[in-house]
């Protein structure tokens, strides 16, 4: 039945954001230009509002060429679906603080019926990186693009570039699917995750590739029915579920699956992250499936100590219970010994971890496993030996 799920989801949403009989509205026809110096946020949001207004379902066409633009909340509800096809490159002004103070780069809220198509965001974050790194008084940096409460959403073909701090967040939302994304930026970007999808249901993330200076996709607490299948990861932090319990009372993650990818040079392969505090938080129901770690350091990895600087933690465990999770058919090369950790927590031990058909190697000779407060089970053959 889950292979089913994804088809037909993205058969209807082609069906919802079927663009015959739209009304179309030019960027440029509302005072944009093309010339990436002139400021084509009130053009935009001119052309949002007749869209939004519009009891046709509408397209904002922005043209080939550079618009500069500085933070826009697109707000809904709106009358009918829209779609904003992107042929040009979006561009932030220089000025790092013109988008750094904002929080959100480009934000839609309450928005049902959003198909996002093709083009470009170029967030141009490395002003923001070099005064984060050189520990100088910094805005706290821009998600490039935010949904929040929003619903039958598709993203497709869309670039990220550079981003000040995560590229692309999905907050509380229903039904999105994001498919055929690039997310760039530098390996040693701080914090620019490539999607977070938190407080969210029936999320797609497909046929994608990310290389950033974070996670590749991170997952936080209220998470459930996530698919993320066909990923290239890498250079980056992998993809992790977490870091979830830094509050006690917390949402739990669920249903989640994580197919085909192949993750190149990253830190983590697939992680779940958790602080070392009480929490009501959960983890249950996870497969990874058919993954390729290539000189991954840690290819599989649950940390239940998480604990920076040792502040508001120590001494502690965990108390995110994590449970029914699955590796299936996972191979490659570890860049380090130990290649698969599951170091759980001394209160609320893992439960119910699967491994199944795993080949990990380490400068070409069988890897080593390590586990703490872990229980689990072993069928077909695994490489490195299991430690459950």
């Not at 066409?61 to 633009?69: E, N, T």
């Not at 497909?206 to 997952?219: K, V």
Request: glycine share 10%.
């Amino acid at each position: 039945m889950a292979k089913l799920i994804i088809p037909l989801l993205l058969l209807f949403l082609l069906f919802v954001f079927s663009p015959s009989n739209a009304v179309s509205y030019n960027l440029v026809s509302f005072g944009a230009r093309p010339d990436g110096r002139a400021d084509a946020t009130k053009p935009f949001l001119r052309a949002w509002a007749s869209a939004c207004q519009s009891v046709r379902p509408s397209t904002i066409h922005v043209p080939r060429g550079r618009y500069l633009m500085k933070p826009a909340v697109f707000r809904g509800p709106c009358k009918s679906r829209i779609l904003i096809k992107i042929d040009g490159t979006i561009l932030a002004p220089n000025n790092y603080y013109a988008i750094g103070n904002a929080g959100n780069w480009l934000l839609f809220v309450q928005v049902t019926g959003l198909s996002v198509l093709g083009g470009t965001l170029d967030a141009r974050g490395a002003g923001f990186w070099a005064c984060r790194n050189a520990g100088r008084n910094c805005p706290a940096g821009a998600r490039t693009i935010t949904f929040n409460y929003a619903n039958n959403i598709l993203i497709s073909g869309l670039t990220s570039i550079n981003s000040q701090t995560t590229h692309v967040v999905v907050n509380r939302c229903n039904n999105v699917m994001v498919q055929k994304v690039q997310i760039l930026a530098p390996d040693q970007s701080p914090n620019t995750d490539g999607i977070h999808v938190q407080f969210s249901t029936g999320v797609t993330i497909r046929s994608s590739g990310i290389r950033t200076g974070d996670d590749c996709i991170s997952i936080g607490p209220g998470t459930s029915n996530l698919w993320i299948d066909h990923i290239a990861c890498g250079p980056g932090h992998g993809i992790s579920i977490g870091s979830l319990g830094k509050d006690l009372r917390e949402s739990g993650v669920q249903n989640v699956t994580v197919k085909n990818a192949v993750f190149t040079g990253t830190d983590n392969g697939v992680r779940i992250k958790t602080w070392a505090r009480p929490s009501s938080g959960y983890v249950r129901g996870v497969l990874y499936e058919n993954i390729i770690m290539k000189d991954v350091k840690n290819p599989i990895i649950i940390d239940q100590r998480y604990c920076p600087d040792n502040q508001g933690c120590s001494r502690q465990s965990s108390g995110i219970k994590i449970n029914q999770v699955a590796y299936k058919r996972i191979r490659g090369t570890s860049a380090t010994q130990v290649a698969v950790k599951f170091d759980c927590s001394s209160s609320n031990p893992c439960k119910g971890i699967r491994l199944h058909n795993i080949r990990l190697t380490y400068l070409n000779r069988p890897a080593q496993s390590s586990c703490t407060n872990a229980r689990g089970t072993t069928s077909g053959f695994v490489i490195p030996s299991s430690c459950l």
